[in-house]
């Protein structure tokens, strides 16, 4: 199976994320998109993160009709902080019968350079390559082992959904209808 792999904090999820992750199985020939929701990222702050489980189930309540989009807690059973190279690392020894896609917005490949191993990743892994706004890429310019996929661009954050929550304002349509906050 070719399965991408999402990470992110998904703090909280929403239905960009899951668009995105749909748009990924298409475009990127993928049997399923695995949402890693990570414990700690070693270039964020966790100023207002919410703890590890409720992140957890908050992705497996959006994505429980989504057979071939999974919530993962792989990287809590991980030490922290979570480096890509080292999920990949053990993914690969646990999943050998797997092939593993690493997908990242173009935010994060304009950062690449700055991620643990990033040589390495660049060596043994497949890269889809999402837009995102103000980050404007050109495909002549990639490795030949990323990809940037055609896809819309999502104008949602966890971020935007978190000050609404905090305003007491409604969440409606942009995160999947059940989510308990």
Known sequence: MRIGLFGGS????????????RQMVEKGRLDEVWFMVSPQNPLKKQDDLAPDDVRLEWAR???????QLLAKDYEFHLPRPSYTWKTLQE???DFPQHEFVLIIGAD????????AHHDDILKAYSILVYPR???DMSA?????NVLLVDTPL????????????????????LVPKGLKF
């Open 10 to 21: 998904f703090n909280p999820i929403h239905n960009g994320h899951i668009a995105l992750a």
């Open 61 to 67: 309540e959006a994505l429980k009709d989504e057979p």
């Open 91 to 93: 993914l690969k020894k």
């Open 108 to 115: 994060n490949w304009v950062n690449f350079n700055r991620w």
């Open 133 to 135: 706004e103000g980050y």
């Open 140 to 144: 002549a310019t990639l490795p030949k």
């Open 154 to 173: 999502y104008n949602v954050s966890s971020t935007q959904i978190r000050k609404l929550l905090k305003e007491g304002k409604s969440v409606d349509g």
